[in-house]
């Protein structure tokens, strides 16, 4: 079984910064590939940005290239997301999730997920 546990959120001024964390128990981390969705009030979850087992892969969502950045300690079995520049529009509940196997940004190629975390921007 598979636990991730995110934390980090939290409320910010527009402009601000935040940086999230996603801690995963197990010996498996390093072999999966992981991603960031988020889903704001009355709207489907979403894709954010996702980070291959070994780092060198990386995509981002449109809204969120150049201002947020994902990375992850393997030796940790911790993944991140860095977040600046933040807009009220970022307002949302941010989870975490392990990749079934292909590479997907879609919420249903991701089979483990955490219990969220609230990060809310003010204007």
């Known amino acids: 079984q598979v636990q991730l546990v995110e934390s980090g959120g939290g409320l910010v001024q527009a402009g601000g910064s935040l940086r999230l964390s996603c801690a995963a128990s197990?010996?498996?981390?390093?072999?999966?590939?992981m991603g960031w969705f988020r889903q704001a009030p009355g709207k489907e979850r979403e894709f954010v940005a996702a980070?291959?087992?070994?780092?060198?892969?990386?995509t981002y969502a449109d809204s969120v290239k150049g201002r947020f950045t994902i990375s992850r300690d393997n030796a940790k079995n911790t993944m991140y997301l860095q977040m600046n520049s933040l807009k009220p529009e970022d307002t949302a509940v941010y989870y975490c999730a392990r990749q079934r196997g292909l590479w997907s940004t879609e919420t249903s190629e991701y089979d483990y997920w955490g219990q969220g975390t609230q990060v809310t921007i003010s204007s």
């Open positions: 980070i291959s087992r070994n780092g060198y892969r990386i």
């Open positions: 197990g010996r498996t981390f390093s072999g999966y590939d």
